[in-house]
């Protein structure tokens, strides 16, 4: 469609250097367009235009004082994307790689993620190109609370609720809430992601690895299978990927491999959760160390990967977990897995596979489970986090993880139902795009051009 070219070309001048940005709108216009021809009321209004451009985009320096007295300065993002279906909603991410065209990539998959749970909460992202590894606790504290002096000013539990994300965990949230409830002098429920002690959710910290996993049960089941007795590939040793190897575990699966920036475990006998969570949750360690523990484990240096992927895809499994980051798993990934009889692949990360992996996967018609909406476990429990917080009640675990389930199952239903609506029954990227989009939309017409 023209429009769609002329739409990517005009971000390209207006965003520049912004590629994983490009690659998200790409991604989700291209599926669109059976809906855009249908229902020409979406390009008359402008409905596209306003959707790929933030409502709102903030940028601050965040000075913080290092444990030697020396002065240092991240920069610092809050990409308030659409708010047509309420409160803006994503995640906090703390890396080096964080820039401005990363932060509107995950706002931007954010709008149709958490449009896609059925819950009232609408898109945004934030974050810093600051790095928690290697740094003190003490180090840590400071940088937060510098970050959440500024952030403060443009949330509220009605306007923007933070979560965690990638280096952002328990601790990570605490620090920034004790900073915002010092300056605004309020308990709002303004950040989700908290400890248990103080407003935050049971299921939370397990949300997006279980939810995934959850997605992959629906997948399954639509081919009368189910994850008992599977050997599964996970990428990633965050929440994310720890919490799905955890349920993996509980459902009867043999996961094999886990990953960290510095390289790869694969183990036979299955990846130990206990040693792994003790490693990266509790130590803030290494992979490495597994070896200490298990000699029989094979680990893999980031080094030594090869040059067209990701080892941890080079496995033979029956299902792959990419849980890591974006675009970590590549087309010659992709080609290594079918190759190896992987015949489904649940996206626990956000875009973790580039398009020519995408592509690969909806031509070969293995069971893919598209980002958006397999990994919106994590949104959806933060949601529930906020509505706890509202009412000043506490769920149980068993009650949050059940709601978990039934919100998991209604993506994968919706996103099933409106492949099938549109003749492509499973193309999942094609049902949740389009599901997710269509909510946005309708609720953006009936507010008129804001």
């Known amino acids: ?39 020409p009321k979406y390009q008359k209004q402008g409905i596209i235009e306003r959707l790929v451009e933030p409502e709102r985009q903030i940028m601050f320096r965040v000075p913080w004082v290092d444990d030697e007295g020396n002065v240092q300065v991240n920069k610092g993002y809050r990409v308030e994307f659409n708010s047509a279906l309420g409160p803006y909603k994503g995640g906090l991410r703390f890396h080096p790689s964080v820039n401005a065209g990363i932060i509107k990539f995950l706002g931007f998959e954010q709008i149709f ?44 539990p009605n306007t923007d609720v933070p979560a965690g994300d990638i280096g952002v965990g328990t601790r990570e949230i605490g620090y920034m809430f004790g900073q915002y409830k010092r300056l605004v002098n309020r308990f ?39 994850i008992e007795g599977k050997r599964c590939l996970v990428s990633g040793s965050g929440n994310v990927a720890i919490y799905a190897i955890e349920k993996l575990y509980e459902l009867g699966a043999k996961p094999v491999t886990c990953s960290d920036s510095s390289g790869t475990i694969y183990h036979e006998q299955g990846i130990d959760l206990d040693l792994l969570k003790r490693i990266k949750e509790e130590n803030h360690g290494r992979l ?40 970590e798993l590549t087309d010659k990934d992709a080609q290594a897995l079918l190759e190896n009889g992987c015949r ?6 956000n875009m973790p596979s580039t398009q020519g992996a ?17 990994n919106a476990g994590g949104v959806a429990t933060s949601q529930l986090e906020m509505a706890q917080n509202a009412s000043m009640l506490r769920w149980s675990f068993d009650e949050v993880d059940c709601k978990l389930q039934s919100i998991m199952r209604n ?8 492949a099938e609506e549109f003749n492509h029954p499973s193309n999942l990227v094609l049902g949740a795009n389009i599901a997710g989009f269509r909510k946005v939309a309708d609720a953006m017409l009936e507010q008129g051009v804001v």
């Open 1 to 39: 469609m023209a429009f769609i070219k002329d739409t990517i070309e005009k971000l390209k001048q207006t965003s520049p250097a912004q590629s994983e940005f490009y690659q998200a709108v790409e991604d989700v216009l291209e599926s669109i367009e059976p809906i855009i021809e249908e229902r």
């Open 113 to 156: 993620k958490n449009a896609l749970t059925g819950l009232p909460i609408g898109g945004g992202k934030g974050g810093a190109n600051f790095d928690p590894k290697g740094k003190s606790d003490a180090e840590i504290m400071r940088f937060c609370q510098s970050f959440m002096t500024e952030l403060h000013r443009h949330i509220g």
């Open 188 to 226: 709002d429920g303004v950040l989700t992601g908290k400890s248990h002690l103080w407003g935050g959710s049971y299921v939370r910290k397990q949300a997006t690895g279980y939810g995934a996993v959850y997605f992959a049960q629906c997948l399954l089941e639509d081919s009368n299978e189910t």
């Open 288 to 327: 490495h160390e597994y070896l200490e523990t298990h000699e029989n484990a094979q680990y893999t240096s980031r080094e030594d990967y090869p040059d067209d992927g990701h080892c941890v895809w080079r496995y033979k499994g029956d299902i792959a977990f990419p849980c890591a980051t974006q675009n």
């Open 344 to 349: 489904y692949i649940v996206e626990g990360a």
């Open 358 to 374: 995408v592509d690969l996967f909806i031509e070969s018609g293995v069971g893919y489970g598209p980002g958006k909406a397999a």
């Open 411 to 418: 993506i994968y239903r919706d996103s099933k139902r409106t």
